[in-house]
């Protein structure tokens, strides 16, 4: 049995590669969800922290708040599923500022964003790569170490656009 090939994997919207856990219909239809003004959302470059910042998140609010899968991921029903949830939720994401959805910005929603020294997060993120079935094989460090840098991976070019060039600080 082969495994999936990167063009089967990994589609490119906007210029920015992404798995096939997000749909494109999802993040064409993104322009138009209806954020809600108790909202937050968590941004970040994959493998940051963000679960377990919202972990620590949910835990310092007095009332009930719902934590969501990240927005970008699922198909088009994901919109009507974050639409049905109570209010206070927690919304993970790894978008770039200009892909959010604009009400987010309209509503004046609060972000919160997660930076992680890019040396950590380039390890962890090989070690995501290298288990998950998902994701294009790297074989070696080296290999995904120059995908990385290109910003050729998935998500590569999400939240931190120029994670590369904090790398060679």
């Known amino acids: ?3 999936p090939g990167k063009a089967e994997l990994i589609h490119v919207f906007k210029g920015i590669p992404f798995t096939t856990r997000s749909s494109p219909e999802l993040l064409k239809s993104l322009d138009n969800f209806d954020a809600r003004e108790d909202d937050v959302l968590l941004v ?3 493998k940051s922290g963000t679960h377990w910042l919202a972990g620590v998140i949910t835990k310092l ?3 009930q708040v719902t934590l969501t899968s990240p927005i970008e991921f699922g198909d088009i029903s994901k919109l009507e599923e974050l639409d049905k949830l109570s209010s206070k939720r927690i919304i993970p994401t790894h ?3 200009n892909m959010l959805p604009p009400n987010f ?3 004046k929603c609060k972000m919160i964003y997660i930076s992680r ?3 950590d997060t380039a390890v962890s993120m090989y070690h ?3 288990d998950n079935p998902n994701l294009p094989t790297v074989d070696t460090w080296t290999a995904f170490f120059d995908l990385f840098l290109r910003g050729d991976g998935a998500c ?3 939240a931190l656009p120029h994670l590369s060039v904090l790398l060679h600080l």
């Open 1 to 3: 049995m082969s495994s």
């Open 128 to 130: 995501y790569y290298r």
């Open 117 to 119: 020294n890019p040396k």
């Open 61 to 63: 609010y007095n009332s």
């Open 44 to 46: 970040s470059y994959p």
């Open 95 to 97: 978008l770039d500022y």
């Open 156 to 158: 590569s070019r999400c």
């Open 105 to 107: 910005k309209k509503k």
